[in-house]
């Protein structure tokens, strides 16, 4: 059983940055690769990243690719998420998920309870 939680979520100008943080509780964390997912008013929700159980893998959607960078520290059971040069399309509530295929939104184990990120123009 995995347990996640996200932090760092707000608002933000275009062109700023925000770091956002998934805490997890469970031994089990560390074989888990842990995507970000979001979702915007009114739109299904959008694969952003996903980083292998090791760290030494990284995988992006084309939208935030050289803008985000996603990270891991298994001795913290935390992912980290570095969104740089913001945009008001970057506007979602942010999930991080455990257990899922790189790429999709959805089938994934574990899911946290979702930030709010709101970039003004």
């Known amino acids: 059983q995995v347990q996640l939680v996200e932090s760092g979520g707000g608002l933000v100008q275009a062109g700023g940055s925000l770091r956002l943080s998934c805490t997890a509780s469970?031994?089990?964390?560390?074989?888990?690769?842990i995507s970000w997912i979001r979702q915007a008013p009114g739109k299904e929700r959008e694969f952003v990243a996903q980083?292998?159980?090791?760290?030494?893998?990284?995988v992006y959607a084309d939208s935030v690719k050289g803008r985000f960078t996603i990270s891991r520290d298994n001795s913290k059971n935390t992912v980290y998420l570095q969104m740089d040069s913001l945009k008001p399309d970057d506007t979602a509530v942010y999930y991080c998920?455990?257990?899922?295929?790189?790429?999709?939104?959805?089938?994934?184990?574990?899911w946290g309870q979702g930030t709010q990120v709101t970039v003004s123009s």
């Open positions: 998920a455990a257990g899922g295929v790189p790429g999709r939104s959805t089938g994934y184990d574990y």
């Open positions: 469970g031994r089990t964390f560390s074989g888990y690769a």
């Open positions: 980083v292998s159980a090791s760290g030494g893998d990284s």
